[in-house]
């Protein structure tokens, strides 16, 4: 009997092929200053690249260096600094946007570019839904192209990962891993934004947009649309993988558990219901929410770029990195599951104890959002005032109803998605690829992950309350009280008024 652990009957438990593949590259990363950019560049140096160029623009009076700086300062590279102290060292900044011709990348960098780079994963976007459609345009579109321009040049480039949206084609109704008729050709859309050069020509363009874009709900996956047709244009030049994630949310495991940055999609909804701020929504109960966890989009992306690197039948190179042909939840069946955690655990900021009510019309959505939001709005802005203090509860009711009706069309449809190459990746993984790229959601443990979601990734991450459990107990206890009295309160005066009526219409 073979004695190493790491041997089953001849296999090496541990080889991985795509661990290999990965190990010593040279790699171009657009989006690091967003959630998927900083969950890449943490995995391709955790797997030994050897170098990760990051593009990064001036922003917010931050120069790139400075953005960079403050990035490498984030508890996600916590796990790195331990395993690869020196990890800064292999960090290249590119200073350059997506907003201008050839990224206005200068032309000593884009030597570095052309002559070193292996691989490049596209992650970069504007992934707001109701950005203006000229903004949108140059950013996503033809930022895009720019790149692709760029990668003809690079001498060593073996792949063009790009990353897009299952949503691109939402409109469909089964959305497969294909290759669809964009709704207008790349350079015509380019060539209109450009021809723009005034402000009101743009503000034009804007005004038009929502009549442009039909039948997209909005401009982000528009945009999308276009720009994959726009990268399988680039085939026949090197290779190409169009990887497509649904819903994507916090992470499972890597490189911390339950990481998440920002507050777009399910995460804002989840951690405004955990933080009692989100009380209603017009949403259908029994819509089915696709939802795929930021480290196993990562693996997934990464195994699938291997896929296609190392084969030549790969038709179509694209992938859909969905959950629900694995596990089928819905927004009812979501927000069931996370609502008994507050009995355990309140943040200390939220605003009141979390309770949901679904709104299937708008008149009931009327009420029960005067009731729940609107009108307790402006009593905790009252009392701010009267403290002095700044008003901005109504300010941010009316962000969060903003929010819900650009997510409005996602949250109240359902949709089919196909993931047979995906699936065919996940079989053909090694069980060391297995181990090191976890990316079947066949295989994940649902109940887990939504603990690790609520206490890990909304509250300890994305609402910054990193109390011990104890603390949250406590907290939840009190606000529990105060809610529950509160409504008994309410019920007791809408029996006296309603005694108070019948009395004066049936005197005795």
Not at 205 to 217: D, F, R, S, T
Request: a positive charge; proline letters at 4%; glycine letters at 6%.
């Amino acid at each position: 009997m073979d004695n190493d652990k790491t041997q089953t009957n001849g296999i090496d438990l541990n080889y991985s092929p795509i661990l290999s593949y990965y190990c010593g590259k040279k790699v171009f990363l657009t989006g690091v200053t967003g959630f998927l950019g900083e969950c890449f560049v943490t995995k391709l140096l955790r797997i030994g690249v050897k170098t990760v160029y990051v593009l990064i623009r001036s922003r917010k009076k931050m120069t790139p260096q400075e953005r960079l700086d403050k990035l490498l300062q984030s508890p996600i590279f916590e796990p790195l600094r331990k395993e690869r102290p020196d990890f800064a060292h292999h960090i290249v900044l590119i200073d350059g946007t997506l907003d201008q011709l050839e990224l206005n990348i200068s032309i000593a960098d884009q030597t570095t570019l052309f002559e070193n780079i292996e691989i490049i994963v596209h992650s970069a976007a504007d992934v707001r839904f109701d950005v203006p459609l000229a903004e949108a345009a140059l950013r996503n579109i033809r930022g895009t192209r720019e790149l692709l321009k760029l990668a003809k040049r690079m001498k060593k480039l073996e792949n063009f990962i790009h990353i897009s949206t299952a949503f691109a084609f939402c409109m469909r109704n089964v959305i497969g891993e294909d290759f669809y008729e964009p709704p207008l050709d790349s350079d015509v859309i380019i060539r209109i934004t450009e021809s723009l050069a005034s402000e009101s020509d743009l503000d034009i363009l804007n005004a038009v947009g929502a009549k442009i874009i039909k039948p997209w709900p909005n401009t982000y996956t528009f945009s999308k649309a276009i720009t994959e047709d726009l990268v399988r244009k680039y085939r026949k030049y090197f290779k190409i993988t169009i990887v497509k994630p649904s819903i994507v949310t916090a992470t499972f495991h890597e490189p911390i558990e339950g990481w998440a940055s920002n507050y777009s999609g399910a995460n804002g909804v989840f951690a405004g219901i955990v933080g009692g701020v989100l009380r209603c929504l017009k949403l259908e109960e029994n819509v089915a929410i696709d939802m795929v966890y930021g480290d196993y989009v990562i693996n997934g992306t990464l195994a699938a770029a291997y896929e296609v690197s190392t084969n030549k039948n790969v038709n179509p190179p694209i992938y859909n990195i969905i959950s629900s042909n694995d596990y089928i939840t819905t927004f009812d069946a979501m927000v069931k599951e996370i609502l008994p955690h507050r009995k355990s655990a309140v943040p200390l900021i939220a605003l009141w104890y979390p309770a949901f009510n679904f709104c299937h019309f708008g008149i009931s959505y009327f009420f029960y959002n005067m009731a729940l939001h609107v009108i307790p709005a402006v009593i905790f802005d009252t009392v701010l005032s009267l403290s002095g203090k700044k008003r901005r509860i109504l300010k941010l009711y009316r962000q969060i109803h903003s929010f819900g009706d650009v997510i409005n069309f996602f949250i109240c449809s359902s949709f089919k998605f196909e993931n047979n190459n995906m699936k065919r990746v996940c079989r053909n993984m090694t069980l060391g690829d297995k181990k090191k790229f976890p990316c079947d959601f066949g295989e994940v443990n649902w109940p887990e992950y939504r603990d690790t979601y609520v206490y890990k990734g909304i509250v300890a991450t994305l609402l910054g309350d990193r109390s011990d459990k104890q603390t949250l107990k406590q907290n939840a206890l009190k606000m529990g009280a105060v809610h529950y009295s509160f409504l008994t309160l309410c019920v007791c005066l809408f029996s006296y008024v309603f005694y108070v009526v019948l009395k004066k219409i049936f005197p005795i």
